[in-house]
C-alpha cells in the first residue's frame, strides 16, 4: 500500500481491537480510511503479555462489531493465543484496509483544516483522524529502582513471561492491580518465595450466588453506565481495575490465602535505600478496603436479587482466612534476586501537536469527540462506559464515532458542492454520492 503523498477521508491509527472496530463501521458506511498499525494485529496481546496469561473478562464479552463469540465456552477465558487469534480472524472477516509495520510519528493540523501526518512508510494528509491507539503506551517503572543493586533483575509487567525465565530465588512484585496479582500467582504456584507489596486496588469475587460476579454486573446494567452518571468522572477513569482471575476457568485472587501459604505481604513500597527496602504501614488497611469493595459488590448483587424477583442460591459471605500481624515493614534486598515492577503504565501522545489534552496529558473528549473538528480518540478505559477500552463495550464507542464522522463528512462535502455551485448548502439535502475534490 502506497502511503507517501496520499490523501486519505479518514485515517484510523492503530490496529488492536479499537482501530479494527472503527474500520468495520466505516466499511459498513462505505467511508473509504485506512489504517496505521505499527505492528500488526495482535502485538500487545502477543508480545506483552506472560506465558500463563487469560482474559479476566468471560468470552461472552467478547464483542467485536460483526464479530461476537461463537466458540463452545461463553463462560471460560481466553487465553493470550485464543486473543490474538480472536483479532487476526477479526481482520480476515472484513479485510480492513491495514496497512502493517507503520508507525505515525507526527500530527498536526494545518491552517486548512486538513491534517498532516508523518509515517514510517512517507507522509500523508487526512480530512479526519482516529487515534485509536490506546492508554498503555510506556511502561512506568518508578525512578526509585535506580537504587536497586546492579545484581538484581528488574523488569516491567509488560516484559515478565514465566518463573522459569527469572533468576532462582526470591522475587519482590511491586503492585497488586490485575497483572501484579496475576503475576504473583503466577510465581507462588510455580514454588516460588515471593514478596509483594500491596497497593490500594480492589478485589472483586469471582463468583456470587451461582453466577460469574460480570454477569450479575451486566444484566443489572452495571456496564452500560455512561461515565456523566458518575460525579466524580475524572476520577472513575483513573481507578484501578478490581483484581480476580479468569485461569483454570476463573476464580477468586485472595491475597491473604496467598499469605497463609508462604506469600510474604507488605505494604506500599515507600524507599529503597541502600540494601533496605521499606513500605509503608498500611497493608492491614489495604487489604480490609479491598474486601470491603467485593462485599460491597455483593451488597449491590443482593439488593437486585430481592428487587428482581430473581431465583438464586444463597451463600454465604467472605470471612477473611488471615490478618497481617506483626509483619515486618522492610525487606533485604540481597534476599531477592528479580523486582517486577507492575506499577502500570505512562500516556505518551507527544506525537500529536493538536491542542486537546489537559494538564495530566490525558486528552480532553465527550465520548471519544475533541475540541478540534475532525480528531478522535477510542478505546480509553471508560470513554463512555466501563467497556469502552475492552471487547465487551468498544463497539459501541467505535459506532458512535463512526457516526460522527459520517456527519463531518456530510457537512464537508455539502459545504464544498455548495463553493462549487455557488448556491446555498439547502439546495443539496442529500450529498452522498459525491466525492470531494481532496479524496479524488
Known amino acids: 500500500m502506497k502511503i507517501a503523498g496520499t490523501h486519505h477521508p479518514v485515517v484510523v491509527i492503530g490496529g488492536g481491537q479499537a482501530g479494527l472496530s472503527m474500520s468495520w463501521y466505516l466499511r459498513q458506511r462505505g467511508i473509504d480510511h485506512v489504517v496505521f498499525e505499527r505492528e500488526r494485529v495482535g502485538h500487545e496481546w502477543r508480545e506483552r503479555r506472560w506465558d500463563s496469561f487469560c482474559l479476566v473478562t468471560p468470552n461472552w464479552q467478547c464483542q467485536l462489531p460483526g464479530f461476537g463469540y461463537t466458540g463452545d465456552d461463553p463462560d471460560g477465558f481466553m487465553l493470550g493465543a485464543d486473543v490474538v487469534g480472536y483479532l487476526e480472524k477479526y481482520a480476515a472477516s472484513f479485510g480492513p484496509p491495514l496497512a502493517e509495520g507503520v508507525a505515525v510519528t507526527r500530527l498536526r493540523r494545518t491552517p486548512s483544516g486538513v491534517f498532516d501526518l508523518v509515517t514510517t512508510a512517507g507522509n500523508c494528509t487526512a480530512d479526519q483522524v482516529v487515534v485509536a491507539t490506546g492508554p498503555y503506551h510506556n511502561p512506568a517503572v518508578p525512578r526509585i529502582a535506580e537504587r536497586l543493586p546492579d545484581d538484581v533483575a528488574q523488569l516491567h509487567s509488560s516484559q515478565y513471561r514465566s518463573p522459569e525465565r527469572l533468576p532462582e530465588g526470591a522475587v519482590l512484585v511491586v503492585g497488586t492491580g490485575q497483572s501484579g496479582c496475576q503475576i504473583a500467582e503466577d510465581l507462588h504456584l510455580a514454588g516460588r518465595r515471593v514478596h509483594l507489596a500491596v497497593g490500594s486496588a480492589p478485589r472483586a469475587a469471582r463468583r456470587y450466588r451461582g453466577r460469574d460476579t460480570l454477569a450479575w454486573l451486566d444484566e443489572m446494567g452495571h456496564y452500560a453506565r455512561g461515565i456523566d452518571e458518575f460525579a466524580d468522572a475524572d476520577e472513575v477513569r483513573l481507578r484501578a481495575n478490581h483484581y480476580m482471575t479468569g485461569r483454570d476457568g476463573g476464580r477468586d485472587i485472595d491475597l491473604r490465602a496467598f499469605a497463609r501459604t508462604g506469600m510474604r505481604l507488605y505494604g506500599r513500597l515507600r524507599a529503597i535505600d541502600d540494601t533496605t527496602v521499606s513500605f509503608a504501614d498500611d497493608l492491614a488497611a489495604n487489604l480490609d ?135 446555498p448548502t439547502e439546495t443539496y439535502p442529500d450529498l452522498d454520492w459525491f466525492t470531494p475534490r481532496a479524496a479524488a
Open 289 to 423: 478496603n479491598a474486601d470491603a469493595v467485593a462485599e460491597g459488590i455483593k451488597d449491590a448483587i443482593d439488593r437486585y436479587i430481592v428487587a428482581a424477583g430473581v431465583e438464586a442460591p444463597a451463600e454465604d459471605r467472605y470471612v477473611p482466612v488471615w490478618e497481617p500481624s506483626g509483619e515486618p515493614a522492610e525487606l533485604d534486598v540481597r534476599d531477592v534476586s528479580a523486582v517486577v515492577w507492575a506499577t502500570g503504565y505512562h500516556r505518551d501522545h507527544r506525537w500529536i501537536e493538536v491542542p486537546v489534552f489537559d494538564g495530566r496529558g490525558y486528552p480532553t473528549h465527550d465520548r471519544g469527540v475533541t475540541s478540534c473538528p475532525g480528531l478522535y480518540f477510542l478505546g480509553l478505559p471508560w470513554q463512555w462506559t466501563w467497556g469502552s477500552g475492552r471487547f465487551a463495550g468498544v463497539a459501541r464507542d467505535a459506532g458512535y464515532l463512526a457516526d460522527r464522522v459520517t456527519a463531518t463528512r456530510r457537512q464537508r462535502v455539502t459545504e464544498e458542492v455548495s463553493w462549487l455551485a455557488g448556491t
